[in-house]
């Protein structure tokens, strides 16, 4: 398995931005397919944006496309998730996952993940 560290949450204010950070380690990073997802108080857990092996192909929820952008470095093992426009909804603990499969976009299908990372964004 891949072990995954998230970092750059925190405190900003409506229409502020974030930009998220998840550095891996273990196996080969470039053989995962890479999803950010988020959690919310008394909410599941959902899927924020996806991409491919070699960041050729990306991927959102809707409720965030043409605001974040997810891309990857796999010579330096890392995914990130640049938050623009932010919004108090977007509020919630933000996780990344890792799974060499690439067959949904489901929290189950996700074999590892991080620990999580605060974003909480005020009005």
């Known amino acids: 398995q891949v072990q995954l560290v998230e970092s750059g949450g925190g405190l900003v204010q409506a229409g502020g931005s974030l930009r998220l950070s998840c550095a891996a380690s273990?196996?080969?990073?470039?053989?995962?397919?890479m999803g950010w997802f988020r959690q919310a108080p008394g909410k599941e857990r959902e899927f924020v944006a996806g991409?491919?092996?070699?960041?050729?192909?990306?991927y959102y929820a809707d409720s965030v496309k043409g605001r974040f952008t997810i891309s990857r470095d796999n010579a330096k093992n890392t995914v990130y998730l640049q938050m623009n426009s932010l919004k108090p909804e977007d509020t919630a603990v933000y996780y990344c996952?890792?799974?060499?499969?690439?067959?949904?976009?489901?929290?189950?299908?996700?074999?590892?993940w991080g620990q999580g990372t605060q974003v909480t964004v005020s009005s």
């Open positions: 996952a890792a799974d060499p499969f690439g067959r949904t976009w489901r929290p189950d299908d996700f074999g590892s």
């Open positions: 273990g196996r080969t990073f470039s053989s995962y397919v």
């Open positions: 991409i491919s092996w070699s960041g050729a192909r990306t």
